[in-house]
Every structure is written in C-alpha cells, then in structure tokens.
C-alpha cells in the first residue's frame, strides 16, 4: 500500500503554532511517528506539505498515478475551498480527511467542511494520532490489513 500525507496551510509550522490547540510536536515529528507505523502496517510513505491551494490541488491529481490513497489535513481550506473539493472528487483513490483539533467544538466555521462529503472518512480531534488513526483506517479501506 502506498499513502501520500498530505498537509495544508499553516501546519507547517506545528509545534509553534498555537499549541495549546494543535500541540507541541513539529510536523516532521509527526512524520517521523507515521514513517514508524507505516511500516508495521507494511505501507510506503510520503509526504506533502504546501499552503498554497493550487500546489496542493496538483499533488491530489498527480496522486492518483502513484498512491492507493491520500490522508489530507486541508488546514483552513477545509472549510471554504470547493477547488480541493472537486480534485478529490476528481481523483479515483480514497482520500480521508484528518484534523489535529476537533473542528466541531472550536469557532462557527470550522464546523463546516466542503471537503467531508466526497472523502472516504473524516477523522478530527485525536491530536497527531489523528495522523495514525487515518494510517490505520486507510489501510483497512485498502485491504492490505483488514
Ligand atoms: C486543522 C483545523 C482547521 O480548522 C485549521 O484551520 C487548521 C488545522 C486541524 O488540524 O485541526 O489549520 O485542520
């Protein structure tokens, strides 16, 4: 099984950024943890990250030819960008949607996403384990590790 992650705006700078909401690991730490599961589900691994939509929405078009599927963390796109909305629903493999943060109990608009209903599965407020449980959630989808 091949799985790109894919990370959005902002999320660069984890770790910084508002921890108290989003944590005190860096992203290449959270990537370090999912390279360590990864290979105990036997999948290959890599990694995106860009906050610009359009650099994002052509990672999702190039990953259709090279991923079985994508884990998104969309940042704050997740919330108005009907372009990443209609790449995934343009691309034949599952994407499922992952938010550090609950986004259901935080402000008005986080509680919208455009992108849940053409995901395989959303999965929001574990912290960086959001990350694991999509890994794990993807793999199932899969079938590799049912
Ligand atoms: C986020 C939640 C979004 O609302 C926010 O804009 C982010 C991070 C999360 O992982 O909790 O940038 O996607």
């Given at each position: ?7 959005g705006p ?64 969309a940042g ?71």
């Amino acid at each position: 099984m091949k799985v790109l992650v894919i990370n959005g705006p902002n999320l660069n700078l984890l770790g910084e950024r508002e921890p108290e909401v989003y944590g005190e690991d860096s992203l290449q730490s959270i990537n370090d943890s999912l390279l360590f599961h990864a290979k105990d589900l036997n999948c290959e691994i890599s990694f995106f990250q860009n906050n610009s939509e359009g650099r994002i929405i052509d990672e999702l078009h190039d990953a259709r030819l090279k991923y079985d599927g994508v884990i998104l963390n969309a940042g704050a796109y997740t919330h108005y960008s009907y372009a990443i909305r209609d790449a995934i629903a343009a691309i034949n493999i599952p994407v499922i949607e992952v938010h550090l943060s609950n986004i259901n109990n935080r402000d008005e608009f986080r509680k919208t996403s455009v992108i849940a209903p053409v995901c395989a599965g959303s999965i929001a407020g574990f912290g960086k384990r959001s990350y694991e449980l999509a890994l794990r959630a993807m793999s199932y989808l899969v079938g590799e590790k049912p």
